[in-house]
């Protein structure tokens, strides 16, 4: 390993710890008060104090996020290739799909307890709904930037419809699913720790909602932090698929590295 | 009604658009190819050379005249031909060896049998790999080749289902002069072999002359057969023939009348 390379692993987890460094001392500097901004070190105390029901919490947390999201990327993915195959559905829907994608989604959370009840299955539909508009976006896209040349070497061989969108859309257009994946997922995380702290009683967000409401402001933070450790976690993971999945679009940066 | 030539293509236009903003870029245009004839179509940039070839595949619908491939009216895209464009489109997430192998999953018989015979299928395609010096690149993918390479796969691809029909549109036009002219003798080679019915269009005079049994050469926009002439030269033809006289002399005929038509 380079030293280059070797600067480039450790920089993020630099970055990170530089962070809570400064965060430490300014609170220290300026005497900010704990129920304003706690220490970063009195914040994780807290976590370790309340490792039991923050693993809890953050796992139903995950749990709920990854339903959202699989059925995000399956929902987003048929949208998407739906969109993306037929200018007829493409006028038809894309005005609806842009609609939607513009209401909050922390304002269909109250109408989603009124059909469902609180609790997980609010949390599971806000993420999808949340995370499916960029996968199918991205999908349509995709598809739509097929090189005319090699739909015409396919059509000219007697392909249908079908054979161009297996042969060629759904290849073409996965370098665009597993970008819009990295969206997806965080985005996902959105989702259920709204509909969490709007409407249920297990999960983080639910958790850091009842925190403030102590006054707990710590734990409030140990929450935050747990969020976004797990969307970097999962982040990494589409990353590690994406870089799987797709080889071939990344071939420039293999001759490069 | 069909005469006895492989393609007809009779007092066709074409117009891309609607109103105002209409092209008309193929006018009045008739041509006729034999079955196992190699014909090359040279004239100036844009004057639809590129449209006939989509024309006569039927992945554009003539706006007047007909076109009949065998004895088949083409009004939509027609099935098992070649073809050819000048990047090779190949799909960079296949092999080389997958990417030539496209058509047997898409042409019968060959789509209905590959499922067995897969070993087959393959053995054919590394055979034909190997004819245009791609032997030891199959499992490479198309990215890890030059372009010269690239556009030989290409070429595979193009031929590998034995077509009938073979549409070439400028295939060599991106390459260097001696890549150009291997490819040209490979090109010819499988042409002995295989005898299809070959469309080539070029803006190389000595490409066409080399390759094709008749050139024709197209108007300005928009196109229609401005002249036409046969290449009596024996096959195979080799490098040696372009220095020859009498082809040196149809190269020659070739410019001098196309510079007399663009003039006038
Ligand atoms: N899809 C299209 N829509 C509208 N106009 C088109 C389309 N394709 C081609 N044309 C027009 O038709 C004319 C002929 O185009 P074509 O591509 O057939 O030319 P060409 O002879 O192949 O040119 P070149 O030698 O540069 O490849 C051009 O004027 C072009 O602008
Ligand atoms: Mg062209």
């Known amino acids: 390993m380079t030293n280059a390379r070797r600067l480039q692993i450790a920089i993020p987890w630099l970055v990170g710890v530089g962070l ?3 965060w430490e001392l300014a609170c220290r500097v300026f005497e900010i008060p704990p129920f304003v901004l706690p220490r970063p070190s009195a914040v994780f105390a807290t976590m370790y104090d309340y490792r039991g029901p923050l693993l809890e919490h953050s796992l139903h947390t995950l749990f709920t996020t990854i339903i959202g999201f699989v059925l995000a990327v399956a929902g987003g993915t048929a949208i998407g290739l739906a969109v993306g195959a037929s200018s007829f559905v493409y006028v038809g829907l894309y005005p609806v799909l842009i609609a939607f994608n513009s209401i909050p989604k922390v304002a269909l959370v109250p109408v989603i307890v009124i059909w469902f009840g609180i609790g997980t299955i609010p949390a599971v539909i806000t993420a999808c709904s949340i995370a499916f508009f960029p996968i199918a976006v991205n999908i349509a896209t995709g598809l739509a930037t ?3 040349e090699m739909r015409d070497v396919l059509r000219s061989l007697g392909a249908n419809r079908w054979e161009i969108l297996t042969k060629v859309g759904l290849p073409r257009s996965t370098p665009y699913l597993f970008a819009s994946l990295k969206i997806a997922i965080t985005l996902s995380f959105i989702g259920s720790v709204i509909s969490e702290t709007v409407a249920s009683n297990i999960g983080i967000g639910y958790l850091m909602l009842s925190a403030s ?45 | 009604m069909p005469t006895g030539n492989f393609v007809s293509i009779r007092n066709v236009s074409l117009i891309y658009g609607e109103g105002e903003d209409s092209i008309l870029a193929v006018q009045d245009l008739s041509l006729e190819i034999e079955k196992g004839e190699f014909v090359a179509v040279v004239g100036p940039s844009g ?20 076109i009949y491939v065998g004895d088949q ?16 489109t190949l799909m960079p997430w296949r092999t080389t060896l997958a990417n030539i192998m496209l058509p047997f999953e898409i042409v019968q018989p060959h789509k209905r049998l590959i499922g067995r015979d897969r070993a087959r299928y393959v053995a054919q395609a590394e055979q034909l790999l190997a004819t245009v010096g791609l032997r030891q690149f ?13 556009q030989r796969a290409n070429l595979c691809r193009a031929v590998i289902h034995q077509p009938e029909l073979l549409m070439l549109d400028e295939p060599f036009g991106a390459l260097d002069a001696f890549t150009r002219e291997e490819l040209w003798s490979v090109m010819q080679r499988v042409w002995i072999e295989k005898r299809f019915t070959g469309v080539l269009v070029t803006h190389d005079l000595r490409e066409a002359a080399f390759l094709a049994d008749r050139v024709f050469v197209i108007s300005p926009r ?18 040696q023939t372009t220095f020859e006289p009498r082809f040196v002399d149809i190269v020659h005929a070739l410019r001098e009348r196309i510079s007399q038509e663009l003039t006038v």
């Not at chain 1, 932090?225 to 969307?231: D, E, K, L, S, T």
């Not at chain 2, 989509?54 to 007909?66: D, M, P, Q, S």
């Not at chain 2, 196109?223 to 046969?230: H, K, Q």
């Open chain 1, 20 to 22: 809570f460094a400064v």
């Open chain 1, 146 to 148: 097929i090189e005319p």
């Open chain 1, 213 to 257: 409401s102590r006054f707990e402001v710590p734990l409030v933070f140990a929450g935050l932090i747990i969020v976004g450790a797990m969307g970097i976690g999962m982040y990494a993971v589409c990353v590690v698929f994406e870089r799987r999945m797709t080889r071939w679009a990344f071939r420039s940066q293999d001759l490069i590295s």
């Open chain 2, 47 to 66: 004057c639809g050379k590129s449209s006939l070839m989509k024309l006569v595949t039927g992945l554009v619908r003539a706006t007047r005249g007909e």
């Open chain 2, 73 to 88: 009216r083409v009004l939509d895209p027609i099935r098992g031909v070649g073809m050819a464009f000048q990047n090779p």
């Open chain 2, 138 to 150: 199959g499992g490479k993918f198309p990215w890890e080749l030059s372009g010269g390479m690239q």
């Open chain 2, 222 to 239: 928009p196109g229609r057969v401005i002249y036409e002439t046969r290449i009596d030269i024996p096959r195979p033809r080799t490098l």
